[in-house]
C-alpha cells in the first residue's frame, strides 16, 4: 500500500529535479564547510604572521630611531664632560646636521633653563616649556617623553619628543640635557605601515595613552575610538572579535607597538565571495536543472503519461479504441508505434477470433443437425422396423445399438473434440448401419495405430468422408471397399478415407472445399476441414486425392493433441 | 519529418545549456572583479567629488582639507579640495560649482561664503542630480543632503559667557564681524551678544563688519576702538579676524585692557593667548567636518542610510591655561605630515 502511494506521487522528471538540486545543495554546503574550517584557519594563521611581521619591523626601526637618538645623546654627554668649551659649538653643529632635531635645551639642577639651541627664533618671553618636564633623579637615565608641541619657539609649534638626560654631576652648568626630536619621522613611518588591506600601526605608552596613531586626527576630532583595554594586553598576537590586536613592547622604552588587522576583511570577504558564488552556482543549476526536467518531461513523461493513457484505455475497451501516435523524444516514439502496432494486432486478432467463434458455432451447428438429418434416421428406423418384421431381431438389436451409439458420440456431452478412438467408433457404428441398409454393397477396414486412440480429434470428422465416398464414390460400383487408416505421422496424426469409387476431376476436388455442404447430403468436405483449421490451425486440414475410374484417397492431418493437453494449444 | 522532428528539441537543450553556460562564465569573469572589498572595487572608477572650502590658506581650511582627504583615502574616492584666493569671492566659488557639475562630480561638498548668492549655483548642482553637502557655513537651499556645521549660535554664546565670567564689571563690546552675508557669522555674532546681554551689564555693542581678511580687519579694530576708546570686550569671528583684532590690539597697546574672545585657531593667534592679547579661542573641529563631509558624500554616492541630515561638530574653548592641556594641544598644534 505504501509502496504503491510513493509510488504514485513522484514523476520522473520531479524525481530527477530533486536529486540534482540535494545532490548541488549538498556539495555546495560540503565545500563552503571545508572552506570555511580549513582556509579560514590558514588565512586567519596567515593574517596573524603577517600582523606579527609588520609589527616586529615597526619596533626594530623605532628601536633603531631610539638607541640612535639615545646614543646622540651619551656622545653629547661625554664629549660636555670632557670637553666643556665644545660643548656650544657641538649643540650648534648637531641641529645644523640633524634636521630632525628641532632644539637642544640644558637646565641647571633647580631646573632653570641655562640654554637653547634651536634653528628657530624663540619666543620673547617663554610661559610655558613643554620640554622641561621632571625625571626621576637617578644617575645616567636617559628618558624618553611622549610627544608634545614645543612651546618656546615663536609661532613654530613642532610636535617633538624629548630625550632628557640627567648628570649626576654638573658640566659647565648644566645638570640636564634635553633634546626635542620631531616626532613626524616616527609619525610618518608608523603612517605607513599597512598590515592587510586595512590594517594598520599605533604606539601607546605604558598607561594606555596614545602616542602616536596613523588617525590620532581622528580619535581625536571624536570620531573613532580604539579598544580602551588594550594596555592590559601582553606582547603577542590577540584575537579579539575578528580584529588581531599584535602588541610589541619597545626595548628601550615603555612605549608599545600595537599592530591593528582587520581578519574579517581578509577571511570573511573570501567565505561571503564563496557563499555568494556558491549560492548563484546554486541557482543556476536549479534553474538549469528545472529547464532540463521541462525539458525532460515534455520529451520524456508528458508523452509516456499519455501512452500509459492510451493503453489504460485501450485497456478498458479494446475494441473500440483508436490509436492516436504520441509525439516525444526517439524511444517514446518507439514505444508509441510498436503499441500502435500491437493495438491494431491485437484488434486484429480479435476480430478473428471473433469470426472463428461464429464461424465455428456454425459449423457445429450444422454437423449436428446433419446428424439428426431425418432422412437418415427415417431411412434407419425403417431399416430396424423392417429387419423386426423379417425377424431378424439380432440384427434389429446390432442396428439400434448402433444408431444410439452414434448419436451418443455425434453428441459428445456438446464437447467438439473427443478421442479417436471415439471417432473411429462413430465411423464405425456409421458404416455397421449403412451396410445393413445397402446390404454388402460395399466393405470397409479399419486400421487403427492404437499408439493414435488417445490423441484428439474433432468429432464427426471420418463419417461425412465416409458418407461422401457411399454417397458419390461407390454410387455406381458394386465391389466397394472402404478404407480407414489412422497412423502417427512423426508429430502429427494422419486419418485417411480411402474408396474405390469413380473418383473425382480436378474441378470437382476443388468444389468439395467451395462447396459449404448445404445440399441435402449432410455437412460436406468443407465444413470438416474449416472445424479442423479453426481449432488447430491453418496447417492442419483435409486433402484430397483422386482420380477417375481409380477411386479417392481423403488424408486428414491434425496435431498429436491428449486430454491433458488440449488447452496448450 | 520525423528526423527533423527529433533535431530540434535536443538543439533547444543544447542551446540553454550553452547559453547558461556562457552566462555562468561571464558572471565567473566579473565575479572575480567584484570579489575584492568594496574599497577595492572603485578602483576602476574611483568616484570624483568636490570640497570648495573658503580659503585654502587658513589653519582653519588647511584642517579641514587634511580631514577630508583622510576620509577619501579611507573610501577611495577621488577627491579635489578647491576653494578661492580670497574669502569674499563667492562668484568664484559658484564658477567651481559649476565646473563641478560640468565635470560630473558624484557629490559636492560646499562651504558658502554667501549664504544667497551661492544658492543659485547650489540648487543648478542638485537639479544636475549631484548631492550637495555644506560643511561649515550654510547656502540658502532647500535641496541640500546634510549640513555639518559647528552649532554656531552655540558657538557664539560659549564666547560670550566666557567674556561675561571673565570680567565682572561693565562690559562694553566690540564685535568685529565678516561678511554680513556669511550666515555662520551671523549666528556667532547672535550667540554672542544674547549670551553677553543676559548678564545685564553691557553698556554698548558695536558692531563692525569688514572684509575677511587680515588687513581688514586690522583696521576696522583699530577704527572701533579709535572711535570707542571704553570697549573692553571684543569678538573677533573668524581666524583672519582674531588675528586682525590681536594686531590691532597689540599695536594699540591695549592688550591689557581689552580682552578678545576669537575664532578659530592658527599658530599667531595660540601665541596671541600666551602675550594676553587674546584672552580666549573658540576652537572648531574643522577635521572633522572635511571627513564627515567626504564621509556622508560617500554614503550618498552608495545610497547608504545618513544618520541625519544635520551633524553639529564640537567646539572647544582653548584658554592661556588650558592651551597646553595634553588633550588641546592635540586639537590646536597640527601634526606636520
Not at chain 2, 22 to 36: E, H, T
Not at chain 2, 57 to 78: I, P
Not at chain 2, 234 to 250: D, K, P, Q, T
Request: aromatic share 8%; net charge negative.
Amino acid at each position: 500500500m505504501f509502496k504503491r502511494l510513493k509510488r504514485a506521487d513522484f514523476s520522473l522528471s520531479k524525481a530527477m529535479t530533486m536529486v540534482v538540486v540535494i545532490m548541488v545543495f549538498t556539495a555546495v554546503i560540503i565545500a563552503l564547510v571545508i572552506f570555511n574550517t580549513v582556509f579560514r584557519d590558514s588565512l586567519e594563521e596567515a593574517a596573524i604572521t603577517s600582523a606579527d611581521q609588520s609589527v616586529e619591523q615597526v619596533s626594530v626601526t623605532i628601536n633603531n630611531y631610539t638607541s640612535d637618538m639615545i646614543e646622540i645623546m651619551d656622545k653629547l654627554y661625554t664629549n660636555s664632560i670632557e670637553d666643556p668649551s665644545s660643548q656650544e659649538e657641538l649643540f650648534r653643529n648637531l641641529i645644523d646636521i640633524r634636521n630632525d632635531v628641532v632644539m637642544v635645551a640644558t637646565y641647571d639642577v633647580h631646573n632653570n633653563n641655562t640654554g637653547i639651541w634651536s634653528n628657530y627664533p624663540t619666543k620673547e618671553m617663554i610661559y610655558t616649556n613643554l620640554s622641561l618636564f621632571p625625571v626621576p633623579d637617578s644617575g645616567e637615565v636617559i628618558n624618553i617623553s611622549a610627544p608634545h608641541v614645543v612651546s618656546v619657539l615663536e609661532n613654530y609649534y613642532p610636535w617633538v619628543v624629548t630625550i632628557t638626560k640627567t648628570a649626576d654631576e654638573t658640566f659647565s652648568n648644566a645638570a640636564k640635557i634635553a633634546i626635542d626630536v620631531r616626532f613626524s619621522a616616527i609619525a610618518r613611518y608608523i603612517d605607513e605601515v599597512g598590515i592587510g588591506r586595512h590594517g594598520y600601526c599605533f604606539i601607546m605608552d605604558g598607561d594606555g595613552n596614545i602616542i602616536y596613531h596613523p588617525q590620532q586626527q581622528l580619535i581625536y576630532a571624536g570620531l573613532k575610538r580604539e579598544m580602551p583595554d588594550l594596555m592590559t594586553l601582553s606582547d603577542g598576537s590577540h584575537m579579539i572579535d575578528g580584529v588581531i590586536y599584535t602588541v610589541k613592547t619597545l626595548d628601550n622604552c615603555d612605549w608599545k607597538i600595537i599592530g591593528v588587522a582587520y581578519l574579517d576583511e581578509t577571511v570573511n570577504e573570501r567565505v561571503s565571495a564563496m557563499i555568494s558564488a556558491s549560492v548563484l552556482i546554486f541557482i543556476i543549476v536549479v534553474l538549469m536543472t528545472f529547464v532540463s526536467s521541462s525539458l525532460f518531461s515534455y520529451l520524456f513523461t508528458k508523452p509516456a503519461k499519455k501512452l500509459a493513457h492510451a493503453m489504460k484505455d485501450f485497456e478498458d475497451n479494446a475494441a473500440d479504441f483508436v490509436f492516436e501516435p504520441i509525439e516525444g523524444s526517439v524511444e517514446v516514439n518507439n514505444l508509441s508505434d510498436s503499441f500502435e502496432h500491437l493495438v491494431k494486432r491485437i484488434q486484429r486478432l480479435m476480430e478473428e477470433v471473433k469470426n472463428e467463434e461464429t464461424t465455428l458455432r456454425k459449423t457445429e451447428l450444422k454437423a449436428l443437425q446433419a446428424q439428426i438429418n431425418p432422412h437418415f434416421l427415417y431411412n434407419t428406423l425403417d431399416s430396424i422396423s423392417w429387419m423386426c418384421e423379417e425377424g431378424k431381431n439380432e440384427e434389429a438389436v446390432a442396428m439400434v445399438n448402433a444408431l444410439a451409439k452414434l448419436f451418443r458420440i455425434s453428441i459428445s456431452r456438446g464437447h467438439e473434440i473427443i478421442p479417436i478412438e471415439k471417432e473411429v467408433q462413430h465411423a464405425e457404428c456409421y458404416l455397421q448401419i449403412q451396410k445393413y441398409r445397402y446390404t454388402n454393397h460395399f466393405d470397409y477396414e479399419f486400421e487403427v495405430e492404437e499408439s493414435c486412440k488417445e490423441y484428439l480429434c474433432n468429432k464427426i470428422t471420418l463419417q461425412p468422408l465416409i458418407e461422401n465416398a457411399l454417397y458419390h464414390g461407390l454410387n455406381m460400383i458394386d465391389e466397394g471397399h472402404i478404407a480407414i487408416r489412422i497412423f502417427e505421422d512423426g508429430e502429427d496424426v494422419i486419418m485417411e478415407v480411402e474408396d474405390n469409387g469413380s473418383g473425382m476431376t480436378e474441378e470437382q476436388v476443388e468444389e468439395l472445399f467451395v462447396n459449404d455442404g448445404t445440399d441435402h447430403h449432410g455437412i460436406g468436405v468443407k465444413n470438416v476441414n474449416d472445424r479442423i483449421k479453426i481449432y488447430f490451425g491453418d496447417k492442419y486440414g483435409i486433402k484430397v486425392r483422386s482420380e477417375l475410374d481409380e477411386g479417392t484417397c481423403v488424408t486428414i492431418r491434425i496435431p498429436k493433441i491428449t486430454e491433458e493437453r488440449k488447452y496448450e494449444k | 519529418m520525423r528526423n527533423k522532428r527529433n533535431v530540434t528539441p535536443l538543439s533547444i537543450f543544447v542551446c540553454i545549456f550553452l547559453l547558461a553556460l556562457s552566462m555562468f562564465s561571464v558572471f565567473l569573469i566579473f565575479g572575480k572583479r567584484n570579489q575584492p572589498n568594496p574599497l577595492e572595487r572603485a578602483t576602476d572608477r574611483k568616484s570624483f567629488i568636490v570640497v570648495i572650502g573658503k580659503s585654502d590658506t587658513s589653519a582653519f581650511w588647511q584642517s579641514v582639507s587634511s580631514g577630508a582627504h583622510a576620509a577619501a583615502a579611507e573610501y577611495n574616492l577621488d577627491m579635489n579640495f578647491v576653494a578661492p584666493a580670497s574669502e569674499e569671492d563667492y562668484e568664484a566659488q559658484n564658477s567651481m560649482i559649476r565646473a563641478a557639475i560640468m565635470g560630473q562630480a558624484r557629490a559636492i561638498i560646499f562651504s558658502a561664503i554667501d549664504y544667497n548668492a551661492n544658492a543659485e549655483a547650489i540648487n543648478e548642482a542638485i537639479e544636475a542630480g549631484i548631492p550637495v553637502i555644506v560643511i561649515d557655513s550654510d547656502v540658502n537651499s532647500e535641496g541640500v543632503s546634510c549640513r555639518i556645521m559647528t552649532d554656531n549660535y552655540l558657538a557664539g554664546r560659549m564666547a560670550g559667557e566666557q567674556a561675561v565670567r571673565n570680567n565682572l564689571g561693565t562690559l562694553t563690546v566690540g564685535v568685529v564681524n565678516y561678511d554680513v552675508n556669511s550666515a555662520n557669522g551671523q549666528q556667532r555674532e547672535q550667540g554672542f551678544c544674547d549670551a553677553v546681554n543676559e548678564s545685564g551689564r553691557v553698556a554698548d555693542i558695536y558692531t563692525v563688519n569688514c572684509l575677511s581678511t587680515e588687513e581688514s580687519a586690522y583696521e576696522c579694530t583699530t577704527e572701533l576702538l579709535n572711535e570707542h576708546p571704553e570697549i573692553n570686550t571684543i569678538a573677533a569671528l573668524n581666524e583672519l579676524m582674531s588675528l586682525g583684532s590681536g594686531y590691532a590690539v597689540r599695536d594699540l597697546g591695549v592688550a591689557d585692557e581689552v580682552d578678545i574672545y576669537a575664532f578659530d585657531s592658527n599658530v599667531v593667534s595660540v601665541g596671541m593667548l600666551e602675550t594676553g592679547e587674546i584672552e580666549g579661542l573658540v576652537v572648531q573641529n574643522p577635521y572633522a567636518m572635511g571627513y564627515l563631509g567626504v564621509e556622508t558624500a560617500y554614503r550618498l554616492i552608495n545610497d547608504l542610510p545618513l544618520s541625519s541630515d544635520h551633524i553639529d561638530t564640537t567646539t572647544t574653548y582653548v584658554s592661556a591655561s588650558n592651551m597646553y592641556d595634553t588633550n588641546i594641544q592635540r586639537m590646536v598644534f597640527r601634526f606636520e605630515g
